[in-house]
Nanobody, 115 residues
Framework: QVQLVESGGGLVQAGGSLRLSCAAS????????MEWYRQGPGKQRELVAG???????NYADSVRGRFTISRDNAKNTVYLQMNSLKPEDTAVYYC?????????WGQGTQVTVSS
């Protein structure tokens, strides 16, 4: 079992930056994949970025070059650095961990980007 707690969301102007954190309740060293998803108003939840235990990353086309996912196994934390934010990035951002084919989700953190 893994509990995930996201933090770092908030209100920011377009062009600004935020860093989201996802703290896990236990070591994430063995967790194969950590991901960030988001769900905007009236939209389906979508994958934003992912990182494997080996450090391989992938990004949605809409955020590539602006967002960076990273993980600190010593702190049991995954980060999402978001730069050059746009109003369309407004959403609730969720952290997901996948371990032995079981998915664990956090409660989400709200990100609002004003124009």
């Amino acid at each position: 079992q893994v509990q995930l707690v996201e933090s770092g969301g908030g209100l920011v102007q377009a062009g600004g930056s935020l860093r989201l954190s996802c703290a896990a309740s236990r070591s994430i060293f063995s967790i194969f994949r950590m991901e960030w998803y988001r769900q905007g108003p009236g939209k389906q939840r979508e994958l934003v970025a992912g990182i494997t235990s080996g450090g391989r990353t992938n990004y949605a086309d809409s955020v590539r070059g602006r967002f960076t996912i990273s993980r600190d196994n010593a702190k049991n934390t995954v980060y999402l650095q978001m730069n050059s934010l746009k109003p369309e990035d407004t959403a609730v951002y969720y952290c997901k961990a996948t371990s032995y084919n079981i998915d664990y989700w956090g409660q989400g953190t709200q990100v609002t980007v004003s124009s």
